[in-house]
């Protein structure tokens, strides 16, 4: 400890020194910036943020920390998405942290927190939105051609019917992307089997797989592209770009299935469509399904997790706590997003769209179950093979049953 | 040890002094040779001790013997990456190297339009990949892009880059626009160096223009076909940028080429001794193509181009 501490001491200032934070490079990341700005006036120790671009965000963390100049905190998805690292000796586990610290402990949504922890212990402290995944669609386009909002399977098909017949594509899908394919299967695997089935693949039961509901979604998802659900050439369309949201937007598709985010999308898009036009709903149940239709797939939230080689452990755990307080909240509900604090219920009406808010609150608080978006909650080596596995079976390049059996494979 | 040095010095000295004239001794290749052992050599070496290995890029590499090797020759998604690796390259060389050659002959004239015309071709080459790829995607968006305007008036279905042909025609087409300008000014340097007596004594002797084409400058520019086909074969089985912007190995797995399923298998999986693999057994083939090209074209035994010139 005293040979650390002389360590530690060398090279450094009379400064208390510096934290460095990984955090995912979007427009979210003014609200981190000041949250930092803000604990730096009062910490001997500071905290330099390095916003990194998001398509690079993953590869650029793994690399950094498999090397001497690995971040001290950094942003994460929880779950699978962190697996290697504890799995590495590389985070610091949190659980008595928060569990004997009343801000920690009562400051976050019980379930989200639990969301993000692996085997029962806590690695994370949330730091951002809720995202859940939900229907969007074009409130003009449903009025004209006299569509109910589907809520269930059949007025799902019965929709996609009138659309079709219509010249409209029923949904907007950016294929070329892979992973808003994989919505899909999360929710219909949801609806079909119910969210156990999943969490056993999470769980590291590689058979489950082969769990009859699991061929059941993908059967599903064969049908959906044979009817024509997603047009013709949703293989190259993506999301990064605005290809899919564009369709939504410019009428020329009904509905899009996508995580809550898309709202921020369209407003940034096409403000006066995502102001009067955009409607949203909870995903349909399907007919002889088990799973509860309030139930929801998606990213709970990000969290922020320690690294276990920081020399300054106890600054680091202080900074985490501060995503705790409210005007980090405020902060967070004046940029549209849904915090995952336990305060935030009324705090909603100050949202940019406080009904939105509202909702997309209500629907992650009522919901029986969460589940976390299968590309963060398995590990970077069963989540690859998955999206191209996911791909082919959109594609038409696989089948259901080709699908399974290539899942069931991966090592 | 300063007398020994001093003295190898003057030995060396006057060993060059001694008609070795034209041929610098081999201290004269070294900081070549070290920046190719360091950045070529090493990188290689370790790539092939990695393949050997189990590595996720946070815990040490794990010995594994054989394992990646065995996996790598019974890997379907291999199997596939290679063959569509092969299947661009040869598309990408059937198409660019007739223009190229042509492009080049024809440039190799000195007219003034010429030149100018030239540099206009040439602008492609100087654009970022990553530029052209995005470039080509804007354009190829099926509801926005110009492809969903013109297509079909050429009986295109503006899902290009959905469809598993398109997608693999698209990026050898991308890449084509992109490096021909590169081997059309290789065949106009190559062109240029032919004499211009053989087409005079071609002419006196009556020789239309396509005879003068097929009989003189097409010989004589074997050695620059060879050349420049080699360079397209690295090229193209080394092609990743374009799809990792444009297809994203995709739809399904249709234009995963062997690079792009490296990269995938490296830092998408993280499984980064089986990437290894997969790189080494890159490296081999493309050494293999060019080494068979480089020999049975005779441009190993530098055959000269002028005969009895």
């Known amino acids: 400890m005293v040979m650390a501490g002389v360590l530690a001491g060398c090279g450094s200032d009379d400064d208390g020194g510096t934290l460095t934070a990984y955090v995912y490079g979007d427009d ?384 | 040890m300063p007398h020994v040095s001093s003295y190898t010095k003057v030995r060396g000295g006057r060993k060059a002094a001694a008609g070795n004239v034209g041929r610098p001794p081999v201290a004269w290749a070294l900081p070549g040779i070290v920046f190719f052992a360091l950045f070529a050599i090493v990188p290689l070496a370790i790539a092939v001790y990695l393949s050997f290995c189990h590595w996720d890029g946070l815990n040490s590499p794990t010995s594994v013997g054989t394992a990646n090797w065995t996996r790598l020759f019974k890997d379907p998604e291999f199997r596939q990456a290679a063959w569509l690796s092969l299947l661009l390259t040869t598309i990408s060389w059937a198409f660019q190297t007739p223009v190229a050659l042509l492009l080049g002959v024809w440039a190799a004239g000195r007219q003034r339009s010429r030149a100018v015309l030239s540099a206009v071709f040439f602008v492609p080459l100087l654009l970022s990949t990553t530029a052209i790829a995005m470039l080509f995607h804007a354009l190829l968006d099926p509801n926005f892009g110009v492809i969903k305007e013109i297509g079909p008036w050429f009986g295109i279905d503006p899902n290009v880059l959905g469809s598993s042909t398109g997608a693999l025609l698209t990026v050898a087409f991308v890449g084509g626009w992109q490096f021909m300008p590169f081997h059309t000014l290789i065949y106009q340097g190559g062109t240029r160096q032919i004499p211009q007596v053989l087409y005079q004594a071609a002419e006196i002797d009556g020789a239309g223009m396509f005879r003068q084409f097929f009989h003189i400058t097409l010989p004589q520019l074997r050695n620059t076909i060879t050349t420049s086909s080699v360079l397209m074969i690295v090229g193209s089985l080394t092609y990743f940028d374009t799809v990792l912007i444009m297809t994203k190995g995709g739809p399904g797995t249709d234009t995963t080429v062997l690079p792009y399923l490296m990269y995938r298998t490296g830092f998408q999986t993280y499984d980064l001794g089986y990437a290894a693999a997969i790189a080494t057994a890159l490296v081999v083939v493309a050494t293999a193509l060019s080494l068979i090209l480089v020999r049975f074209s005779g441009f190993g035994n530098m055959r000269s181009t002028r005969e009895g010139m």
Do not use: C
């Open chain 1, 28 to 411: 979210a990341v003014k609200i981190q910036e000041a949250a930092v700005k803000e604990f730096n006036k009062t910490s001997k120790v500071k905290v330099k943020l390095i916003p990194v671009p998001g398509t690079e965000y993953v590869n650029k963390l793994r690399s950094a920390m498999g090397s001497p100049s690995a971040p001290d905190i950094f942003y994460n998805w929880g779950a699978g998405s962190i697996k290697p690292y504890r799995d590495a000796g590389q985070l610091v586990d949190l659980t008595s942290a928060v569990k004997n610290d009343a801000v920690l402990k009562d400051g976050f949504l019980p379930s989200i927190v639990e969301a993000g922890s692996l085997d029962g212990k806590i690695y994370g402290v949330p730091m951002r939105g809720m995202q859940p995944v939900m229907l969007f669609y074009n409130k003009t386009l449903f009025a004209e051609n006299k569509v109910e909002v589907p809520k269930t399977w059949e007025d799902l098909q019965k929709a996609i019917t009138t659309f079709k017949s219509k010249g409209i594509t029923p949904f907007a899908l950016g294929g070329s992307d892979k992973w808003p394919e994989l919505m899909w299967m999360e929710y219909l695997l949801d609806r079909i089997g119910g969210p156990d089935v999943f969490r056993k693949i999470q769980n590291g039961d590689r058979s489950a797989w082969g769990d009859p509901a699991v061929l059941k979604a993908a059967q599903t998802v064969r049908q959906l592209v044979d009817d024509g659900a997603f047009g013709k050439n949703f293989n190259s369309v993506d999301y990064g770009n605005g290809g899919a949201p564009t369709l939504l937007n410019k009428g020329k598709a009904a509905m899009h299935l996508m995580g809550s985010w898309e709202y921020s999308t369209q407003l940034g898009k096409a403000p006066k469509f995502a102001e009067e036009d955009l409607g949203w709903a909870n995903f349909p149940t399907v007919a002889g399904g088990v799973g509860d239709p309030a139930d929801v797939v998606g990213n709970p939230t990000n969290y922020w997790s320690i690294n276990s080689r920081t020399k300054y452990k106890d600054e680091a755990i202080a900074f985490l706590k501060t995503m705790a307080s409210k005007s980090y909240a405020q902060a967070l509900v004046d940029n549209g997003d849904v915090p995952t604090t336990s305060n935030a219920a009324s705090m909603l009406s100050g949202s940019p769209n406080p009904q939105f808010a509202t909702d997309q609150y209500e629907m992650v608080q009522k919901a029986p179950s969460f589940t976390l978006s299968w590309d963060q909650a398995l590990e970077s080596k069963y989540a690859t093979p998955l999206l191209t596995q996911i791909s082919k079976l959109f594609a038409g390049k696989s089948t259901p049953e080709q699908f399974v059996a290539a899942m069931k494979a991966v090592k």
